[in-house]
């Protein structure tokens, strides 16, 4: 019996060791699976896949051949918030003021007109509306919207871009552009507009305008100008200047009758297309085409005075404001709303600015006029806010300035590609022009896994969260030559599995890439094609990102490029249509702790040729028919088009975001943007910060 005992126990020890050998080396198991959940609950339709985001296939016909497209997301969500500034006269206002998501206008592609079209596959948040559409042309800009998009997606959507007219710049050939003049163009509050000589400060008055202002801004490159009328309801109105007939001003058309809001500054980033006003410590970012608030802006604590003064944008890309408190330089912070302030004068001046420009001398200068009648113009320096004084030839007041160039500066092509420097955003490299970026420049999108597949998971979604971003670098004939994906290993330890992730493009085959490189691979379960790159014998090109998760336990708040950053640089055999390679995030999946047929895919996505998707589950299997989905339609994994704040562990998902249910019940219908921290959209406890 002793005997008999003693093999037992040797055998037992034997089982827990082998049973144990699955795990990678970390001191903690899993908890045991608790036996309900509210997700397990919901009643989801059959068709449902959990998707953030849907294929939208934008067909573009233009005859302007050469023509740029650049593309933008528009929620059109904003709410209407009460703040209170001091204007130019020194009077306290209070104003009704638009305050926009600002994710509102996210650049998500760019496409070239070719043969009088251009079509791009772009994977668009469900929750967006439309897509603001900015074509560029003989160096201008004009925007348009395109019509609604329904969140049913994939779906073919089609803009007519012969509508949209950019009138030819003016040319002129620059002899030095160190000695590039402007002209300086001044409105009041009268409706006063005249025009100033800075070389001999000569004036000249013209026509006055629809109503008194304090705002004007330039488009010089479509020889018009902005301007928003004085009192409610703050009309904004365009004005077409004639170059070849002595700047002569048309009459106003109306682009927006209540734009809503009003006060002391205006710009007109040439090198964007997009207006930008500012009052107090807000900035809003405008589409000029009908006023539309497409993002807001906060400025932090560094201005001293927040009243009176202007924004400009130098010709650098730097930006400016004068306040009542002097100059400031500000920083647009990437990937957020929040903006920095610099200031650059050392005391508040003597003199309250109302304006600013920013001149196109090599080494620039800026403008700054005060609110006294008559006005004078100072002449700044960029670095310290020293200043002179220039006083204008007439006894009129400026409320604000702007400026128009005499002469430009001819845009080359380094690389000879074709593609113009000022738009190529690999003015180096004539292989490759323009990108494409999904989600966007700067965020993330993430990956969510519940590793326990096909069994019941805890639903807390944090096994495994990486997160992605890829660029397609495209030729000027729109065709993918590289791609570059970016992984953010932002979790590991929802799972004491030492799981791998990779990528499998369903819709391409392994000739078509000719080169794979910055995986992480560390063990030998996983074969390379040395060759390529690629995962050896798959049919359709997998690539393997990493293999052992468990070495990125150690989590930072950002991306780490020595540690849990990983950029995977793939280049295809020959250039190819982005259409033809899919959306991303692909068909992205996890590998279960070194058993490489365990792979768990997103919903409805298919295994590779090294994994099965019909696990011998003798209990507690869930996804008999390997479509990942349960049988009442849930998933082990879900990607969500922005960065995912991931559940604390074991906790359901329901219990952090409060409109997933309604989301996922809807079929995606209600709350598309379920993920997002609105008011009452999340509790904060339950969620990873």
């Known amino acids: 019996m002793r005997n008999l005992l003693y093999h037992f126990s040797v055998i037992l020890l034997i089982s827990i060791l082998f049973a144990c050998s699955r795990s990678a080396s970390i001191d903690e198991q899993p908890d045991p699976i608790p036996v309900e959940t509210g997700f397990l609950n919901l009643e989801v339709p059959n068709d449902f896949e959990f998707k953030t985001t849907g294929d939208v296939m934008l067909e573009i016909t233009d005859s302007d051949e050469g023509a740029y497209y650049y593309i933008y997301t528009f929620e059109d969500e904003s709410h209407s918030e009460e703040i209170t500034y001091v204007d130019d006269e020194g009077n306290e206002v209070t104003d009704a003021i638009e305050i926009a998501d600002h ?65 030819t710049r003016m040319t002129s050939n620059t002899k030095n552009t160190s000695l590039a003049s402007d002209i300086l163009w001044c409105v009041n509050g009268s409706g006063q507009l005249f025009t100033v000589n800075p070389d001999d400060m000569t004036a000249v008055r013209k026509p006055d305008l629809a109503e008194g202002t304090w705002t004007v801004a330039m488009d010089y490159q479509n020889h018009q100008f902005y301007t928003i009328g004085r009192n409610k309801p703050y009309k904004l109105y365009r004005y077409d200047v004639d170059p070849e007939n002595d700047y002569a001003v048309s009459e106003p058309t109306i682009i927006n009758s209540d734009l809503g809001f009003g006060g002391p500054r205006l710009e007109y980033a040439n090198d964007e297309g997009f207006l930008y006003f500012s009052n107090k410590d807000y900035i809003y970012k405008l589409n000029p085409a009908d006023g539309s608030v497409l993002e807001t802006f906060n400025i932090d604590n560094g201005l001293n005075n927040t009243s009176g003064g202007d924004i400009a944008k130098g010709e650098d890309g730097s930006w400016y404001m004068s306040t009542f408190g002097g100059l400031y330089a500000l920083t647009f912070n990437e990937g957020s709303n929040e903006v920095n302030a610099v200031r650059k004068s050392a005391d508040n001046l003597p003199f309250t600015p109302t304006s600013l420009c920013i001149d196109t001398k090599t080494t620039p200068d800026i403008w700054v006029a005060d609110n ?23 006894e009129l007041g400026i409320n604000d300035l702007t400026k128009t160039p005499l002469e430009y500066e001819n845009v080359g092509d380094s690389d000879n590609d074709g593609c113009p420097d000022d738009i190529d955003q690999y003015p180096n490299d004539p292989e490759i022009c323009l990108n494409t970026v999904t989600p966007t420049k700067y965020g993330w999108g993430s990956l969510a896994f519940e590793d326990m597949w096909p069994s019941k998971g805890d639903y807390d979604f944090n096994d495994l969260v990486v997160n992605y971003r890829y660029t397609m670098m495209l030729n000027i004939d729109n065709k993918a030559v590289k791609m570059e994906a970016k992984f953010w290993v932002r979790h590991v330890k929802g799972a004491s599995f030492n799981n791998g992730f990779g990528i499998q493009f369903d819709n391409l085959l392994p000739s078509q890439i000719e080169s794979v490189s910055g995986y992480d691979i560390r063990s030998d379960y996983i074969q390379i094609d040395q060759a390529t790159g690629l995962e050896a014998n798959q049919g359709k090109p997998v690539v393997i990102v990493f293999d052992q998760s468990q070495n990125y336990r150690d989590e930072t708040s950002e991306a780490d490029p020595e540690y849990n950053e990983i950029t995977i640089s793939i280049r295809f055999t020959n250039p190819i249509a982005p259409e033809e390679i899919g959306s991303s995030p692909f068909n992205p999946f996890l590998i279960v702790n070194g058993d490489r047929k365990h792979e768990i895919h997103l919903p409805n996505q298919a295994v590779t040729s090294l994994g099965n998707n019909k696990l011998e589950e003798s209990t507690n299997n869930l996804d008999p ?42 079929g995606g219908e209600l709350y598309p943007d379920w993920y997002k921290d609105n008011a009452g959209y999340r509790n904060n406890d339950k969620i990873n910060r």
Not at 386 to 393: H, K, L, M, S, V
Not at 626 to 643: C, F, K, M, Q, T
């Open 103 to 167: 994710l509102n206008s996210v650049k998500i592609g760019m496409v070239r007109v070719v043969g009088g079209k251009a079509s791009l596959n772009i994977s668009v948040p469900t929750n967006v509306k439309c897509l603001l559409l900015q074509k560029r042309f003989n160096k201008a800009f004009v925007n348009a919207f395109t019509d609604d998009i329904p969140s049913q997606r994939p779906l073919s959507l089609s803009f007519n871009g012969n509508d949209l007219q950019v009138k």
């Open 625 to 666: 028919d390997g479509d990942y989905r349960s049988e009442n339609g849930l998933p082990w994994a879900i990607a969500i088009v922005h960065e995912f704040k991931f559940m604390k562990e074991k906790v359901d998902i329901l219990e952090g975001y409060n409109h997933f249910s309604t989301w996922a019940e809807s």
């Open 372 to 394: 006294f009648t008559p006005s004078s113009l100072y002449v700044m320096d960029t670095q310290t806010g020293g200043y002179e004084t220039r006083d204008p030839d007439n």
